[in-house]
């Protein structure tokens, strides 16, 4: 299992489209993961979204527009990750809590490593302390 502090901040190494805001990831092999489900988060003003962990899914959050400050928590632990430029991105393992935290207008794609299950959330903080101290 990952530990916190080898969680890193990385690019996705982009093919440049003069004048047309075009971004296109052509190799995935920087990722941990399988990517089997795409989803974007784009809010109009600051906002807090994800405030959960997963059992199994892994999440790879990358910035396609604005800011986003991610903060990961891993039952002891907690760091700040700023994704600010576009094609950053940070890999979330199964296990870890996260949170992010949306400047005004920025958009966040996420490659996660299964489709969506609601039985794979842990949304309960307590829970997932309970979750992480039956880890250990």
Request: aromatic share 12%; net charge negative.
């Amino acid at each position: 299992m990952k530990q916190l502090n080898e969680l890193n901040i990385f690019n996705f190494t982009q093919i440049a489209k003069e004048n047309c805001g075009m971004f296109i990831v052509d190799d995935l092999s920087a990722l941990e993961h399988d990517v089997k489900r795409i989803f974007l988060v784009s809010p109009d003003k600051p906002s807090t979204r994800g405030d959960h962990a997963h059992l199994d899914c892994w999440q790879t959050l990358v910035c396609i527009r604005g800011s986003i400050d991610i903060m990961v928590d891993d039952g002891t632990n907690k760091k700040n990750f700023s994704l600010a430029l576009y094609g950053q991105a940070i890999s979330v393992p199964p296990g870890f809590w996260s949170a992010q935290h949306y400047s005004g207008m920025s958009s966040l794609m996420v490659l996660c490593s299964h489709i969506y299950n609601e039985n794979d959330y842990l949304r309960d903080y307590k829970k997932f302390l309970d979750y992480k101290q039956g880890q250990m």
